[in-house]
């Protein structure tokens, strides 16, 4: 009788948000997936260590195919196929987690990360731009928050910033990124706009996919006529390896195709957090949770924040959403200074939905999809 393997529910929705949650980069590394898992209470961990999830356990989770809905059992020479059971994930996110494991390193998230310093490895001194380092100095009757440089031989070398001036100094950065009702209402109204193009065009999508799905089952049947035509093992083994690739992607087009045919959450409930989000990023950062912080520093900015002991942080590299808000909030200001601040007789101040500012305005809207 074969088994099939179900849901263990709390974990299998841990796994789950941790699978989706590294191949969307919304964990940044292994490490903080690992510290997402500690924080579920019923997820197993080493009882030695301190109640730990050991790393191994992430590696192993973030590579194991069953939880896309595919068996394998490589020591018995059985490859990858379509299994019975369903899957957490579906193939696509399988494939971006594995491209994310076998690309670019990226930082390993220290242990002693947390509330105390959320700055910590996203900050850099103006002077020689390394990364701030932090820690606690003892006075006489408490202990006192300080981010510091600690790099030899530079101006700021052992110079320290208090907690609360670089933080606040964040914060104010924060603040000045907040759009205004009018321009938030425009980019929701876009936002919705696009949504419902995209819900329309679902039938073209399908049929390209098929398109593509029948040009690859074309060069299967190609390629297992030359596997039958070759003696020669390396070949072969190299026709074999290209064959299951292909079986693999086409199972991606088809889950995209079914995806395609079902029906999807409403606009609000698919970017309600989205929305709040590039409405008021510093609500986000005011949570009392690590991990939101790091997700709003991840989210906000697309490079190192620079900050100088003396005039504070410099001008910050903001990620595509905010750049769009930031140009439509320009472009706003420069019609005004034409006719000053009083609106002249038949014109009207805001056009929300006028042809030239149509681009910018579907630009971030795709930006947010």
């Not at 929701?188 to 696009?194: F, G, I, S, T, Y």
């Amino acid at each position: 009788m074969a088994r099939i393997l179900i849901r263990n529910e709390p974990i299998a929705s841990y796994v789950q948000e941790a699978l989706e949650g590294y191949a969307s980069g919304r964990y940044s590394s292994q490490m903080e997936v690992k510290r997402y898992l500690e924080t579920c209470p019923e997820f197993p961990k080493t009882k030695n260590k301190g109640r730990e999830v050991h790393p191994d356990r992430i590696r192993n989770i973030l590579t194991k195919s069953v939880y896309a809905g595919m068996v394998e059992l490589p020591c018995r020479n059985i490859t990858m196929r379509q299994g019975h059971h369903d899957g957490l994930i579906d193939m696509e996110t399988f494939y971006k987690i594995q491209e994310r494991l076998n690309g670019k390193s990226v930082a390993v998230t220290r242990k002693d990360a947390n509330l105390d310093f959320a700055l910590r490895g996203a900050v850099a001194c103006a002077d020689c731009n390394a990364f701030y380092t932090a820690n606690w100095s003892k006075g006489r009757n408490k202990s006192y928050p300080y981010y510091i440089c600690r790099t030899k031989n530079c101006a700021s070398y052992g110079k320290s910033i208090k907690r609360i001036d670089m933080e606040d100094a964040f914060e104010e950065l924060l603040s000045k990124l907040i759009p205004s009702k009018d321009l938030a209402d425009i980019s929701e109204r876009m936002l919705r706009k696009v949504w419902t193009y995209l819900q329309s065009n679902k039938a073209e999508n399908t049929a390209q996919l098929a398109t593509e799905i029948n040009w690859l089952e074309s060069e299967k049947e190609s390629l297992i006529d030359r596997l039958m035509n070759s003696n020669i093992t390396s070949v072969i083994g190299a026709y074999e390896q290209r064959i299951q690739k292909m079986e693999l992607k086409k199972i991606v087009l088809e889950e995209k195709i079914e995806r395609c045919g079902t029906k999807t959450e409403d606009f609000d409930k698919s970017f309600r957090t989205a929305l709040q989000f590039l409405a008021n990023p510093h609500k986000i950062w005011a949570s009392n949770r690590y991990e939101h912080k790091r997700a709003v520093l991840k989210l906000t900015f697309t490079d190192t924040l620079i900050f100088d002991r003396k005039s504070g942080f410099r001008t910050a590299a903001i990620a595509s959403p905010f750049r769009a808000l930031e140009h439509l909030t320009n472009y706003d200001s420069k019609m005004a200074e034409r006719e000053g601040f009083e609106p002249s007789m038949g014109v009207k101040t805001h056009t929300p939905l006028a042809g030239e500012r149509l681009q910018p305005l579907g630009h971030l809207s795709v930006l947010l999809i």
